[in-house]
């Protein structure tokens, strides 16, 4: 491994970490300026470098059930595909009024 590359794995290494990169070079012995010195060769050279993309694809989700659930409380009201909404209406008016 090159020096640059050996450098670059300390600045990754620090990074993941979760410490300070101050309280990461005093556990590790390493001069906190020389570790800013890594860590902005690191950051110049990340910036030349092209972006990388991951193709997606998507996929249209498919319900198993035509079923829709309503819960309140104590309370489920179950209404399948083609349900009248004037009698669901009149359904939780009724049930708004017992609860």
């Known amino acids: 491994m090159s020096k640059p590359e050996q450098q670059a794995a300390l600045v ?5 970490s979760g410490m300070t990169a101050k309280a990461w070079c005093e556990a590790k012995g390493i001069q906190y300026q020389r ?7 690191v950051n110049r050279e990340c ?4 972006q990388q ?11 198993s059930t035509s079923e829709i659930r309503l819960n309140c409380g104590k309370w489920t009201i179950c ?9 669901l209406a009149d ?9």
């Open 12 to 16: 990754a290494e620090c990074r993941a």
């Open 35 to 41: 570790y800013l010195t890594w860590a902005t060769k």
């Open 47 to 50: 910036q030349h470098e092209p």
């Open 53 to 63: 993309w991951a193709q997606i694809t998507m996929t249209k989700e498919e319900r």
């Open 79 to 87: 209404v399948e595909a083609g349900f009248s909404p004037s009698l």
């Open 91 to 99: 359904i939780l008016k009724i049930v708004d009024a017992v609860c």
